[in-house]
């Protein structure tokens, strides 16, 4: 997929996901003043420290002018700034350790009850996962009807929503627990994401000769009624770029270590601990 298929639509998804909403943000002259303050400021900071050019400037301008135009603002923030604000918001909750959300959730996918095997292809590759859990609150008591949204890239690292010729909802899935708020969840083992590079934010990474990858993961969202509700990624152990995830977004915490049930099928088990709201 090209940038167009997969980060410029993210930007639609965006505006239209309650998940990426920005309601309930009060107008606060204060606070504006003070973050636009220290942004511009930091901005002026580099300029000056690295001696910024005019032929500079005008090229950054030009990219931040490609970003908007081809879309790929949510993709580029979502890689490379989320995970300092998922920083600051950790630091006051209890409960699962999470990550960032990311630009390809869509929400209203296929709801499914444990347990679930999510929408795929009758030919998808890659290797079957069979993922089991219990969701409970921080007593340990278990936490009865828990839902779990989650959404995956496929065996070549592509989502569906944000690449051409994949069904729309395959690979993502919206499962019900049960009433002890166990879960299992049948599907395929992803691949590493690459960010696209053909478009704006492939180019920074090339030109400045970065990697462009992401390590294999699951997305959840883990909700249930009157907790909060824990944004994660689950990553696999031994797997390439765990080390190196160009959106900075792996925790030890989130790495899963399946095993070989021998029929091909690699089994693991991980358990979500819900705080109340
Ligand atoms: C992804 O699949 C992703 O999870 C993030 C955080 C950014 C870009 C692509
Ligand atoms: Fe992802």
Redesign the pocket.
């Known amino acids: 997929p090209t940038a167009v298929d997969s980060g410029a639509s993210a930007s639609a998804s965006f505006r239209s996901t309650d998940q990426y909403s920005s309601a309930g943000l009060t107008a606060d002259a204060a606070r504006v003043d003070t973050l636009a303050r220290a942004l511009l400021g930091a901005v002026h900071s580099v300029i000056t420290e690295h001696e910024v050019t005019y032929p500079e400037f005008q090229a950054a301008k030009k990219w931040l002018m490609d970003v908007g135009e081809g879309g790929e603002w949510p993709l580029f923030l979502d890689v490379f700034v989320e995970h300092a604000v998922e920083a600051v918001a950790a630091k006051h909750q209890e409960g699962t350790v999470g990550t960032i959300l990311?630009p390809?959730y869509l929400p209203d996918q296929v709801q499914l009850s444990s347990p679930a095997t999510l929408p795929a292809r009758p030919d998808e590759a890659g290797t079957p996962l069979a993922f089991r859990g219990q969701v409970t609150d921080t007593t340990g008591a278990p936490v009865p009807g828990a839902v779990l949204d989650i959404w995956q890239?496929d065996e070549q690292g592509y989502y569906s929503g944000f690449a051409p010729d994949i069904p729309a909802g395959n690979l993502r899935g919206v499962v019900t627990a049960d009433e002890q708020g166990c879960f299992e969840i049948r599907t395929i083992q992803p691949a590493p994401?690459q960010v696209p590079t053909d478009g704006p934010t492939g180019a920074l990474i090339s030109a400045a000769g970065w990697h462009p990858w992401?390590p294999a993961?699951l997305?959840l969202l883990v909700s249930a009624p009157g907790r909060r509700t824990v944004t994660t990624q689950l990553y696999f152990a031994g797997g390439e770029y765990l080390d190196s995830d160009v959106a900075e977004a792996v925790k030890p915490e989130l790495v899963l270590d399946p095993t070989d049930v021998g029929d091909g099928t690699r089994e693991v088990t991980y358990d979500f601990v819900l705080e109340n709201a």
């Open positions: 990311g390809y890239a994401y992401r993961h997305h």
